[in-house]
């Protein structure tokens, strides 16, 4: 079996967690029902294999365009001119943008703790 290099794996870093494989079907239940009927994403395989801890928002791998997408439940916005709502979508354009923002949100959260891990 050949070994993956270190540079192409990505770190998980909290705030952000895997998801446990027992909740990705309710997962990606929310995830389509969430979207209209002729939104082209609910015909896709995805797997949300990543969600920010206590937080609905998750990076999806679309197995159907072999994309990595950002899904923000905290940010819904209009579908089209509809009076329908959607978590906002961001489709990353690489993995090294990935590991940065989760570095970047890591950090971010660090920094509002004191070393004893109480708040700032």
């Known amino acids: 079996?050949?070994?993956?290099?270190?540079?192409?794996?990505?770190h998980i870093k909290w705030p952000w967690t895997m998801i446990w494989m027992e909740y990705a079907d309710e997962i990606i239940?929310?995830?389509?029902?969430?979207?209209?009927?002729?939104?082209?994403?609910?015909?896709?395989?995805?797997?949300?294999?990543?969600?920010?801890?206590?937080?609905?928002?998750?990076?999806?791998d679309d197995d159907t365009t072999g994309q990595r997408i950002l899904v923000n439940f905290e940010r819904m916005k209009r579908w089209k001119k509809t009076k329908f709502k959607v978590p906002t979508m961001r489709v990353f354009k690489d993995q090294a943008e990935i590991a940065r923002m989760i570095e970047r949100d890591h950090l971010a959260e660090c920094a509002k703790y004191n070393e004893d891990g109480t708040l700032k």
Do not use: N
């Open 1 to 10: 079996m050949k070994e993956t290099p270190e540079k192409d794996t990505l």
């Open 29 to 60: 239940a929310q995830i389509k029902e969430a979207l209209p009927p002729d939104h082209e994403m609910r015909q896709h395989e995805i797997y949300p294999g990543i969600k920010w801890e206590r937080r609905l928002i998750y990076i999806v």
